[in-house]
């Protein structure tokens, strides 16, 4: 018995211990090296001085999580123009505070903002395999899946008065503009299409007279948001949400985006197309994870720093 099934043990114990090896690094390492991604992107009128714009997204807060709160903190250093920050701040409905202490020093700078999902709700313990059969069924969110019974609310409303009485504009269903040293930037925003609380009706009409730059602001990326906000000719739009895919294969990448946008811009920069106008869409990995799935591979956790330029 043992020269029959010594050798498939071994394999069996090794495939163990490489996966064991695999989940402490992706949850103890990976998921706490927080990185900042720089983007250039040419959207403002030629000539323009360059405009430093931090996105952040995605900090799925929980309750003593030290090493994120100060890294956050530290980002005021980068004395970015202006924030924008594209929702999920929370996976833990005693976290506002930390949140809050976490986003302060970047609460000094002119700032914008969206909610997703996990700052109305909070998060549930789900089968990560459910989100590559959801690909599969192409269902996403509340995007062709029963509603939600039994959520745990979040208490969102502290976090939102404490960004507006900081000045930070909320974008909800609703348009803003900042003024930056002689520049009008115009923002449209979307509340959260994954829980679909979008309402583009509300919005629409395309960029605004006399700004300088308008951009489209929303959490998850589905596409008709993107279509939306392309076909109207925004030149610019920014989201969060999927996490880049937050378990990736190395050389491969993401497997999912938890929406219908493609896996080939699940973060970073691209292009989005429709009525036949095209905007450069820039996906933010984001920061955190759900706090019942605390780990990221081949992923790692990130803000990103756009500098706007002149277009050529």
């Given amino acids: 018995m043992r020269a029959r099934y010594g050798v498939p043990l071994k394999v069996t114990a090794v495939g163990a211990a490489v996966g064991a090896a695999g989940l402490v690094y992706a949850a103890g390492f990976e998921a706490r090296s927080f990185r900042l ?13 360059p405009l430093r714009v931090l996105q952040v997204s995605d900090i799925h807060m929980v309750s003593g999580q030290r090493k994120k709160r100060a890294w956050l903190q530290s980002l005021a250093g980068l004395r970015p123009d202006f924030v924008v920050n594209t929702g999920d701040n929370l996976s833990d409905p005693d976290a506002v505070p930390e949140v809050l202490d976490a986003l302060g020093p970047l609460m000094e700078f002119p700032g914008v903002y969206v909610f997703g999902s996990n700052d109305y709700y909070g998060p549930r313990l789900r089968n990560p395999g459910r989100y590559l059969l959801e690909k599969v069924q192409g269902k996403h969110g509340l995007n062709g899946n029963e509603p939600v019974v039994g959520a745990v609310h979040n208490p969102w409303e502290p976090m939102r008065d404490a960004f507006d009485e900081a000045g ?9 503009r900042l003024k930056l040293d002689g520049m009008e930037i115009a923002f449209t925003g979307l509340d959260d299409p994954h829980i679909k609380r979008d309402r583009y009706a509300e919005v629409q009409g395309g960029p605004e007279t006399g700004a300088d730059l308008s951009i489209g602001v929303v959490h998850a990326p589905y596409l008709r948001s993107l279509d939306a906000f392309t076909a109207d000719g925004y030149p610019l739009i920014l989201a969060g949400h999927t996490h880049g895919g937050q378990l990736c294969i190395p050389f491969y990448g993401a497997l999912v985006t938890n929406c219908d946008l493609d896996t080939d811009r699940v973060k970073g920069l691209s292009t ?13 990995a984001g920061c955190g994870t759900n706090r019942y799935t605390p780990v990221r591979f081949a992923c790692p956790p990130e803000v990103t720093l756009l500098t706007l330029v002149g277009r050529d």
């Fill in 37 to 49: 991604r720089r983007v250039t992107v040419p959207v403002l009128p030629h000539g323009a001085r």
């Fill in 168 to 176: 930070w504009l909320d974008l909800s269903n609703t348009r803003g």
């Fill in 272 to 284: 989005h197309t429709a009525g036949g106008h095209r905007a450069y869409l820039h996906v933010s």
